[in-house]
Structures are given as structure tokens and as C-alpha cells.
């Protein structure tokens, strides 16, 4: 068949919106849970909407990614692409937690795989020449995403009905399954090789016990109650032994061997460093605005799409800049950005106004916006087209896997300093705060109620310790960035170069 442009551009928006949906799904759910848990109850296994999501997803990355190089491509894009769609029609149709559970997981297996594989097309079937301004447009989409999907989330929830957070994946879903179906040939041989099913068990069980450790841990149980320390050596048990058997397997499912290569193991460092470091501005920001401004919740979110806004920016640039500029010099003076940002907010964020805010946000979005386009390019340029899946997935897998302990240890850190502040502010001010009221609770600090509740001085005073506990967050959050940066130093001198990259392996119809 004839390829053209026009061909070319329904698969790259079949793969953008796949893109879209599955990255979307990670964090949509989030503003709407209250609404669901106050419908549904099952409050106490609410974690499970999220973790079962992250859990299949994470784990059907790499193994996706490698199934994809041993069988092809289109095959199992399109079975996620399906597997999304039945995940997201059940899940609007749940009448219970647990039930609502299972329907994200099975959501969560149809993300795994084309999260996977979506770049991996890409760079099959893009020219050389203009693979770098696609790569910009896939940065831009997940740059786009991690902001996005809360605010959409808690529109739709507001002014619509929860379930349409996923009904709307149908026809979105529907017209990428169409466009990759007719447009999108598949001309790459491959070689059947055996799957190493011991390896995606022991991935999937470890996965589990680390998600399950990070969403209950310091919630539902203590850190170190008997069933924490149990998921966690569960984690480290099966960790250590997918080592051994990944080592061993003809064809592992994550192939140790690729780190070899110094760009790529630069790149998933920098992934994984640079993703836990910018959680803190995703997370953080809001809560400021809202706990110690005394902005609406709406307007917590809003603050959050100049980041977006300017992530999209060198996320597209970044990719344009690919084949002029080595990738350690695009990442080193972006990442350099991105420790201004947090620096910035370290430092002055107690006493600065919003516009401040918004500018400091900025500079974290321009930090950030390279790594989700270059580092998906760098981490490809090693491999020829039978390893891009297994080299693509886990790039993915190691960057989620970084924003995930960002969450979880950035959280853990932020709620010790500010509970370690309220206790000081409690034993000389009991008489002043309602009995009723756990102040060690910082949810409480959000609630409107709860601030009308205590004079301007007790309030004041709890805010300067919100206000401070932000800040040392931020002045943690330098460690992973700083760290990012000195992995952008191991890249090399390698760029992106259309004349000596081999010609695309696939064709459109």
C-alpha cells in the first residue's frame, strides 16, 4: 500500500489519544473518589480504585513491551486499546468498591500495553527526520495529562455524573482503535521466542506489594506495623528473585542487559529522579494555595496549568531541538530549570504572593516539559526496532515508578514536619482549637469549617506550619533533581541524527 502523510497523521492521533486516555486515567479518578465513596461507601477500600489501576498498569508495561517486539506491534496496541474501552464501560457501571476495583484493573491492563507500545510505533513508522517534533507532540500530551486530569476529573464529577470519567474513554477510544485499525500496517519481522512467564509473575507480585505498601503505608497502617514490614520484604523478596530469574531467562521480560548502554541507563535515571522530583510541585502546590492562602479548592487546581502550560513548551521544543543538540545539553539546561524552580520555592514560598508562585511554577514546568519527549527518544537510540519495546516500556515503567516513591516519601516527609509543628502549637494553644477536631489531621487544615472554627492567631500559626512544611518538602525534593542533573552528565554526546538513523520498519495503508 501507499503510505502518505495524511495516513500517517490518523495513526499519530490514534497513538496521541491512546496516549491521552491511559495517562489521564492515572489521576482522574482522584477528584472524584469523594463523590463515589459518599454514593458507593467502602471507604476503607477506596485505595484499591487507584491501586489496582497502577498496579496492572505498571506491571503489563514491560511485558507488553517485550511481547511486542517477539509477536509485533498492532496486535497487542489494539488489545489494549479494547481492554481500555471494557475497562472503562464497566468501571461507569459499578455499584461498588470492590466491584469498581476490578473494573480498574482491567482498565489498567489495557494502559500497560499501550502506554508500551505507542512510542515504539511511533519510531517505527516516523522518518528520521521527523521523528523529533513527533516525539515533542507525545511530550506534550503527557505533560498535558498529569495537570489536566484532575481538573477535568472534578468538572465532570460536579457538573455531569462521576461514571462519565470513564464513559468518556469510549469514543475516544473508538476513534483511536479505528484509526491505528485501518491505517497502521505492520511490515517488521519478528521472531517468536519463548515469554517468560516466571519473570511476569514474580514483576506482577512485586508490583503489587510496592503500590500496596505506598498507598496504605502511614494511612491504614502504621510504617512499621506486621503488615507493612510483610509487603514490604514481600516486595524485596520478589524483587531479589526477579533478579536472578531475569538474569538467567533467554528472553527476559526486563532485560538487564540494556543497561549497558550508558544513554540508557542515564535516561531511566533521569526519568525516574526528575518524575519523584516534580510530584512535590504537583502535589504541594495546591495545598498551599488552598491550606495557607485560603484559595477554593477549584482555584488550587487552576494554579497548576502555568506548569502545564509551560511543560507542554519544552516538552515540543525539546523534541524540535533533538537533531540540532546533543540530548545531555537539552537536558542539562532544562534540568537546571527545574532545580531553580524547586529551589525558588524552598526558599521563599512562605513569603511569597501568587503571582510569585505562578512564576516559580513556570520554571518547574520548563524543568520538567524536556524529559517526557527526549528521554523517550534517547532511550531508544541504542536498540534497533526488535528491542524498542522492551527499551520503551521500561523507561515508562522506571519513570512512573519515580513519581510513585515522589508521592510516597516527599508525602511521608511533609506530614512528619508538619505534625511535629502542630504538636508544639497544641500544647500551648489547646484551649483555642475545638476538642472535636484532630489537628494532627492536615485534611483538617483545608476544611473551611475547621478554619472559621479558631481565632486569626491559632490559625495564623498553623499555617506558618503548613506554610513551612511545603518549604522543606520543596528544599527535599532539590536531592532527586540535583541527582537528575548529574545523570544528564553521563549522556554522552549523543543526539538524534535523521541521516545516520535507520529508515522507519513499518508502513501505513
Not at 71 to 78: I, L, P, S
Request: proline share 4%; hydrophobic share 55%; glycine share 10%.
Amino acid at each position: 500500500m501507499v503510505k502518505t502523510k495524511q495516513n500517517i497523521g490518523f495513526i499519530m492521533a490514534g497513538l496521541l489519544l491512546s496516549i491521552l486516555m491511559a495517562s489521564m486515567d492515572n489521576t482522574i479518578v482522584a477528584t472524584a473518589m469523594g463523590t463515589i465513596v459518599g454514593e458507593m461507601g467502602g471507604l476503607d477500600k477506596f485505595v484499591w480504585v487507584t491501586s489496582a489501576y497502577m498496579a496492572a498498569e505498571m506491571a503489563g508495561m514491560p511485558i507488553f513491551g517485550k511481547l511486542s517486539d517477539m509477536y509485533g506491534r498492532k496486535r497487542f496496541f489494539v488489545f489494549g486499546i479494547l481492554v481500555f474501552m471494557l475497562g472503562s464501560a464497566l468501571s461507569g457501571t459499578a455499584e461498588s468498591i470492590v466491584q469498581l476495583s476490578l473494573y480498574r484493573a482491567v482498565q489498567g491492563i489495557g494502559a500497560g500495553a499501550m502506554v508500551s507500545i505507542a512510542f515504539t510505533i511511533m519510531f517505527d513508522v516516523i522518518a528520521p527526520k521527523d521523528r523529533g517534533k513527533m516525539t515533542g507532540a507525545f511530550g506534550a500530551v503527557f505533560g498535558l495529562s498529569s495537570v489536566a486530569a484532575p481538573l477535568l476529573g472534578g468538572y465532570i464529577t460536579d457538573q455531569i455524573h462521576w461514571a462519565w470519567i470513564f464513559y468518556i474513554n469510549l469514543p475516544l477510544g473508538l476513534i483511536a482503535f479505528l484509526f491505528v485499525t485501518l491505517f497502521y500496517k505492520e511490515s517488521a519481522a519478528h521472531t517468536r521466542q519463548k515469554i517468560d512467564w516466571l519473570g511476569a509473575v514474580l514483576l506482577l507480585g512485586a508490583i503489587t506489594c510496592l503500590i500496596l505498601a505506598l498507598e496504605l503505608g502511614g494511612k491504614a497502617f502504621a510504617w512499621g506495623s506486621p503488615q507493612m514490614l510483610g509487603l514490604l520484604a514481600g516486595f524485596a523478596a520478589l524483587t531479589a528473585l526477579l533478579v536472578h530469574v531475569e538474569r538467567k531467562a533467554a528472553e527476559p521480560i526486563i532485560s538487564f542487559r540494556m543497561f549497558r548502554s550508558r544513554l540508557y541507563t542515564s535516561s531511566n535515571l533521569i526519568a525516574m529522579l526528575s518524575g519523584a522530583a516534580f510530584m512535590t510541585a504537583s502535589l504541594f502546590i495546591p495545598i498551599f494555595i488552598q491550606g495557607v492562602l485560603g484559595g477554593s479548592a477549584s482555584n488550587a487546581g487552576l494554579v497548576l496549568l502555568p506548569m502545564m502550560l509551560s511543560s507542554v513548551v519544552t516538552a515540543t521544543a525539546g523534541g524540535f531541538l533533538m537533531t540540532r543538540l546533543p540530548y545531555r545539553t537539552i537536558m542539562l539546561a532544562t534540568l537546571l530549570i527545574l532545580v531553580a524552580g524547586l529551589a525558588l520555592l524552598a526558599l521563599f514560598i512562605g513569603n511569597s504572593s501568587r503571582p510569585l508562585i505562578t512564576v516559580y511554577m513556570v520554571l518547574v514546568g520548563l524543568g520538567i516539559g524536556a524529559s517526557f519527549s527526549v528521554l523517550s527518544s534517547s532511550a531508544l537510540q541504542s536498540f534497533p526496532a526488535a528491542q524498542r519495546g522492551a527499551a520503551s516500556s521500561t523507561l515508562n515503567f522506571n519513570r512512573s515508578l519515580g513519581m510513585m516513591l515522589g508521592i510516597t516519601v516527599f508525602g511521608i516527609i511533609q506530614n512528619h514536619a508538619l505534625v511535629s509543628k502542630l504538636a508544639q502549637i497544641w500544647g500551648s494553644h489547646a484551649a483555642n482549637v475545638p476538642p472535636t477536631v484532630d489537628i494532627g489531621s492536615p485534611d483538617k487544615l483545608l476544611n473551611p469549617v475547621f478554619r472559621q472554627s479558631i481565632d486569626e492567631a491559632t490559625l495564623s500559626r498553623i499555617t506558618e506550619s503548613l506554610s513551612s512544611s511545603i518549604a522543606m518538602t520543596f528544599a527535599w525534593s532539590l536531592v532527586p533533581a540535583v541527582l537528575a542533573l548529574a545523570a544528564a552528565l553521563m549522556m554522552g554526546r549523543d543526539r538524534l541524527d535523521p541521516a545516520a538513523a535507520e529508515e522507519p520498519v513499518a508502513a501505513s495503508h
